[in-house]
């Protein structure tokens, strides 16, 4: 099962030297197969997913990924772009510019949307209760929505144990994306 590290600016902060360390470290530490460099309130944010990009390029098996802006993520020759769910219209665009696209989704019908507007994959949640994320939505619900589309899902929200990835690779889930599990 894949990976996907999201970083967040209360562990990685807005620092350059230390958010080059700690992404380093984490990175080094969990070997994802896929990363996010999100912080909706850094005014430095092209320059820190810079560093971001050039972090992630250290390592042969991890795919570096930016929020939200297409034209920085092919810019800055990252592998592809997390769009939110409100950007469903910018992903014909980011594929355009020959990025990986990952759409934020939390109903099954935004899963089917994304699908078929040629998203490469979806994070859904949240799985698990989340602080500021509404109710979870349950591995059942993950299962159901898995068996039920084709495009490929990373269960999101929540997660911070060994045995909610378990759970979660059971439901065939292609992966799984965390912020606080890779603090």
Do not use: W
Not at 21 to 27: D, G, M, P, R, V
Not at 77 to 103: P, R
Not at 113 to 128: E, H, N
Not at 151 to 166: A, M, N
């Amino acid at each position: 099962m894949e990976s996907y590290l999201i970083t967040s600016r209360e562990f990685y902060t807005d620092t350059p030297a230390v958010f080059r360390s700690i992404l380093h470290e984490q990175l080094q530490k969990h070997l994802p197969t896929y990363a996010l460099y999100r912080d909706k309130s850094n005014p430095d944010y092209d320059a820190q997913a810079e560093h971001h990009v050039q972090v992630c390029a250290q390592f042969s098996n991890v795919k570096s990924f930016l929020h939200q802006k297409p034209d920085l993520a092919k810019e800055l020759n990252a592998t592809g772009v997390h769009l939110t769910s409100k950007q469903f219209d910018t992903i014909a665009y980011a594929k355009s510019l020959g990025l990986e696209v990952i759409s934020s989704c939390h109903t099954h019908d935004e899963v089917l949307q994304a699908q078929k507007l040629g998203a490469d994959a979806v994070t859904y949640s949240p799985i698990y209760s989340s602080p500021g994320k509404g109710d979870a939505k349950g591995i059942m619900e993950l299962k159901k929505l898995v068996e039920k589309v084709d495009i490929k899902v990373f269960g999101l929200g929540g997660i911070i144990t060994k045995q909610q990835i378990d759970e979660i690779e059971n439901t065939g889930t292609f992966g799984f994306a965390s912020i606080r599990y890779f603090y």
